[in-house]
Each structure stands twice: as C-alpha cells, then as structure tokens.
C-alpha cells in the first residue's frame, strides 16, 4: 500500500472505545498468518495509513509505538480493513523477521490440545538479540 493522507471523517467513522483504543489484528498479508494482536487509537491509524508502517498504541508506555523501532521486525501496511461495528482493526501487513517479542513469526504460539497449554512454534530469533 502506497501512504495516503486519510480523510479526517473516514478516521471519524472508527469507534474507538472510551480509553481512545481499539483492536488491531495484524495479518500477514500473503499467507493469512495470524501475527499479534496490538491496540491503536486515532493518531496510530493516521499515522499508519500515512507512512506505510505500522505504528500502534503501547498500553504498557503510554505512547506511539511503531513496529520495530528497537527489534527492527517492521511491519509495512498493505491494506488496513474494519469490521462490522467499525470498532476492530485488521492489518494485512508484509511482516519483516519476526512479529512476537519472545523471538517467534507469531505471538499465538501457544495451543490448548488435549486439555493442556503446548508451544507450537520454535524461537526464530532469540529475544537477546532482538532487543541489544
């Protein structure tokens, strides 16, 4: 997706909730891979349909956080898609390296089978050298 300047009633129409966040999925855009689940809010939303990068709402800082600012596993929007309500974000992204923080392609690496918790993907890049 080309960077494009969003119409300020077309961020409008997003039903954020009372905290100013919403869900944002993200989805590799060639595979249909699930990758993580994050929060935006309106100037994350902008700013991605803008510049192209993912950049989401850090619940945990406070702040903007664009993907990869400190791994450098950046995720570029190819399209950006909202449900029903208008009230969850879908990100279909090119995903670059990984997109969980625990060195994984994906943050759902855990399954419940069986009745018991059981890890389903392996360590791609070890969390100490993602974040030197």
């Known amino acids: ?3 494009t300047k969003l119409p300020p009633e077309l961020l409008q129409q997003i039903a954020f909730a009372a905290d100013g966040l919403g869900p944002a999925i993200a989805q590799q855009h060639d595979t249909g ?4 689940l994050a929060w935006m809010n309106r100037d994350a939303v902008r700013e991605t349909l803008e510049t192209g990068r ?3 709402w850090s619940r945990s800082r406070g702040n903007l956080w ?3 600012e400190t791994s450098g596993q950046v995720q570029r929007l190819v399209e950006l898609r909202v449900d029903c309500d208008n009230d969850c974000l879908l990100l279909l992204v090119a995903q ?3 997109a969980c923080h625990s060195g994984r392609r994906s943050c759902f ?3 419940i089978r069986n009745g018991e918790r059981k890890v389903i993907a392996d360590v791609v890049i070890p969390p100490d050298q993602l974040y030197r």
């Not at 891979?33 to 993580?36: G, N």
């Open 1 to 3: 997706m080309s960077a």
């Open 33 to 36: 891979e699930v990758l993580m």
């Open 54 to 56: 993912v950049c989401y």
């Open 66 to 68: 664009r993907k990869g």
């Open 96 to 98: 670059k390296g990984v």
């Open 109 to 111: 690496f855990t399954a």
